[in-house]
């Protein structure tokens, strides 16, 4: 613990005496982070570190393989953290990003490394599905890169299972918020991103490209069938007729 504690130490003395200015103005005016990111907890993957990020400007929840389980009634700390983000904090984006050398992907392949350890294992069937369609569609791929193919199959999965969250569904219908899947690969310090448009991976970073989006939100538009006119949401359809 010596150098945590020096860290600490540090901190105090040093970075938070530089940033005071700083941190005044977000306990005055509050936090209003740009997005929600959610990453594994692996050591080696900050998001805060890879995006350059500083004290609020990101909102961040960390957990074995980035997983995110699918809506439901039983209460979970994802799940708070994601409605919290969207609905008290109102962010605009939310990342989901997986990374190369994921323990939680190899775990994924070899179950039997999980039989001392029941609670990976269970939180793991999350990610169930992505482990089915590397099978399923990558038959020829090498054993060798399996885990890393994986993880952006988890990184797809875990985006699907975000649009079954009421408070992401209806900002996403309401055009108010766009899901990004990313992929850090350590080996090179690189971030891909998920195009929703071509369905492949492709690096971030390049001021002149485009930003890959996963998921658009697009406001629901519909065609009124007294008017004919289109109207932003349902309700004028069905209040009246
Ligand atoms: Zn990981």
Redesign the pocket.
Known sequence: MDSIIDGVSHFRSVVFHEQRSLYQRLVHHGQQPKALVI????SR?VPEIITQSGPGELFVCRN???IVPPFSQMNGGVSSAIEYAVVGLGVVDIVVC??S?????KALLKPEALKDMPNVAAWLRHAESARHVLREAYSLLPEAEAARVL?MENVVAQLNHLRSHPSVAAKLASGQLNLHGWFFDLESGHILALDGDTGKFLPVGDRNQTLQVAVRGTRRAVADPCCGHTHGNASHVTAAE
């Open positions: 990453s594994c907890a692996d993957v074995a393989g980035n997986g990374h050398d994921c323990g939680a992907m993880a």
